[in-house]
């Protein structure tokens, strides 16, 4: 079993910022894409930023500017810098990554999704 964990949601007033992180384990021999999404209810999930296993990062232009993905290759470990947040950026927001647990098998796998709101 592998799994993800995301954490570093909360409230937070406009202009504010949160850390979100991500960890995965379980039966894993290679983690390749890692990347954030976030949704709002009732609305299709959206992708916030995507950073691959050789380090190439990509930004919706959602939030482009106020977010900075990282990833830690040693312990499958990822975070998401937001600032500047604004009200519209109150979403669940979920860690998502593609997680070979062995090299013949490959699974895309969920957090269970961290709360984000932002508000006076």
């Known amino acids: 079993q592998v799994q993800l964990v995301d954490s570093g949601g909360g409230l937070v007033q406009p202009g504010g910022s949160l850390r979100l992180s991500c960890v995965a384990s379980g039966n894993i021999w290679l983690v390749y894409d890692m990347a954030w999404y976030r949704q709002v209810l009732g609305n299709p999930r959206e992708l916030v930023a995507q950073?691959?296993?050789?380090?190439?990062?990509k930004y919706a232009d959602t939030m482009k500017g106020r977010v900075t993905i990282s990833r830690d290759f040693s312990n499958d470990t990822m975070w998401l810098q937001m600032n500047n947040l604004e009200p519209e950026d109150t979403a669940v927001y979920y860690c998502?990554?593609?997680?070979?647990?062995?090299?013949?098998?490959?699974?895309?796998?969920w957090g269970q999704g961290t709360q984000v709101t932002v508000s006076s």
């Open positions: 950073i691959s296993r050789h380090g190439t990062i």
């Open positions: 998502n990554a593609d997680i070979w647990p062995n090299a013949d098998t490959r699974r895309e796998v």
